[in-house]
């Protein structure tokens, strides 16, 4: 499921079903991240941007919904969170080509 998550342009068909599961065996609970779990709108395209909303104390940082894989490696870019080699990796793990990185 993580390469399968990780090759996909979204993880939802992975995670629905993950979470009716869950809900229907052990019930749902859900909270909401305060702002050091930042996401989509605290991430943007430039460092600039993206030092100005993102807090200094973030411990999770989650680029989503961009409009493709460029776009979302720029935004983990603007704040140091990518990294060639391990992504790399990663895809010579699954044997597929880096497409479109």
Do not use: M
Request: charged share 20%; glycine share 6%.
């Amino acid at each position: 499921a993580f390469l399968l998550g990780h090759t996909q342009r979204s993880q939802q068909g992975i995670t629905l079903p993950l979470l009716v599961h869950h809900y229907f065996n052990s019930g749902l609970k859900l909270h909401i991240l305060g702002k050091r779990f930042a996401n989509g709108p605290q991430l943007a395209l430039t460092r600039a941007k993206t030092a100005k909303n993102l807090p200094s104390d973030w411990i999770v940082a989650h680029a989503s919904w961009t409009a493709n894989s460029t776009d979302k490696r720029r935004k983990l870019q603007s704040f140091d969170e990518w990294d060639d080699a391990c992504v790399d990796r990663l895809w010579q793990r699954a044997g597929s080509p880096v497409v479109g990185w």
